[in-house]
């Protein structure tokens, strides 16, 4: 089966096609340290089997974060503690990567400021933010490159930029959210290829770039928008992990694989592309790589549930390799 055999991002090799989605786990201490919870959490879907392992946001500043409790980057002394995460996971022979994040207006953690590219809140639960200087920008651009040294430092296999949900970089993509006049509301990627230029000043590894390909809201982008911004993206990253939503309070039909016409839209600009949403089902991730959607599917929830969904899968083929051997007991 497609879904169990190797494949790569760049340069870097990934055992299968399984990729654990970024989850927020909302642990970690209020000074964005890691904890011994997310040492094993990561390790188990590693031992588990899957190649590649995208760990949840990741704030590079500290009012960049979505809670107070989510993992920082913004300083060094992170760095051994993600180190800790990183080491864990390689143990278990897999891979890992670091989502690095902004939550921008939808920051719902202490801070002084909350930052956007327009003075607009996400919804009356949220603050109104700040609409950002040109200072305030290049800060944060430089933060990005900053997190991008720790994560070298600490040992990931890959950075992911998060460009999708809602949070920073996708608030200056969309036109729901990013009213400016000036050049960063004119192109409104800007922004987020001056992310990726200072991230490249740092790290030679692979790069993955999160998207919402679709806003569900009439003024937002749609997947034709998104065809044209990648477009601007050859060379510049490796892999497009496609999702959709978030930019705005809205809801939507969501259904397994309810996002695999856009991951394959994006794939056939001639981008590798993880994709998913809803999946549980081995038979559905199978054809969504056969059909040419994807390359990787990522599993979110399924991996919350069941961490060892590579090993239980490939028991049911009877491949018996992926088995660990302290669990063969378990799989007779
Ligand atoms: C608990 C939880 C936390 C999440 N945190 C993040 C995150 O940090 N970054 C991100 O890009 N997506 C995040 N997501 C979205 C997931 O990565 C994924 O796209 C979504 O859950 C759909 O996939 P699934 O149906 O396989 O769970 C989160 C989802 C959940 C359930």
Redesign the pocket.
Known sequence: MKLLTKHHIGMLELKNRVVM?????YVATEDGLSTPFHIVHYSTRAYGGVGLI?Q??TAVEARGR?SGNDLGIWSDEHIHGLKQIVDGVHLADSKIGI?L?HAGRKCLAKAEKILAPSEIAFNAKYPVPSEMSKDDIHTVIKAFGEAAVRAKKAGYDLVEI?G??GYLINQFLSPLVNQREDEYGIDKSRFLLEVITEVKKYWTGPISL?LSAEEYAEEGNHILDTLKLVKKLHGLVDVI?V?SGGVVPVSFNVFPGYQLEFAKAVKEQGFTVIG?????QVEEMETAILDGSVDFV???????RNPYFVMNTAKSQDQMDWIIKPYERGYL
């Not at 989605?21 to 786990?25: D, K, L, N, S, V």
């Not at 998913?276 to 549980?280: A, E, F």
């Open positions: 989605a970024p989850m927020c786990m995208i949840e946001a979505i989502q994040a998060h999708a949900h999160r992990n999702s998913g949403g809803l999946l549980t990522f599993l979110g929830r399924e991996l919350l």
